[in-house]
């Protein structure tokens, strides 16, 4: 009898391991994309204009000059990186091409990924931790173009005009998501400078 009772309880005990087993094995756990690490690392470089990223020169123009990213950004189809030039101090941009497609709910899903993986970042440098932050523009296919521009929620030194954007965009027959990092001329209500 014995015998029975721990043949019947190894038996329980086998049922409840292999049914426990297979229930975690189709678990799905939520998948984390390597993008939002990749944009810390453009945004930490930021403030050096982007020097640790620059690839090799792909056009130069009277007031800007194109290098290609060295890095390759997660999902990014190509990326560049524009430096400006001024007599102040030169500006900078980088912008990353996410997706190229002819469908307007495909560029819609994709723009709204974006967003939803950008906003509410946090940024930790030396001179401080800042979130980006701001509101999604809603696309419509009629309306062409939509951009959620998101900035610091926090004054830190370095980082006060640095904006990023998530754009789509209709252009020759093809809707374009971008994620676009440039420094911020001035405020809306401020004015620009005058020469006499």
Known sequence: MLRTVKAAALFVVCIFFSTHSRSQSSLKLPTVSPLPGDIKMLVADYPSRFSNVIGDEIAKNPQSTDYNCS?????????????????TGGKCSWAGEMLVTENFNEAKKKYKTLYTQLNNIQVTDAAGSFHFKGK?????????????????????????????EVSLQYELLEWKVKILLYDKEREDNERGKTTE
């Open 71 to 87: 890095v390759k950004i997660t999902g990014a189809e190509n990326s560049v990186i524009t430096l400006y030039s001024s007599a």
């Open 136 to 164: 999604y523009d809603e696309p419509t296919e009629a309306k062409k173009f939509a951009g959620s521009v998101l900035s610091p929620d926090k004054t830190v030194p370095g980082f006060t005009m640095l904006r990023m």
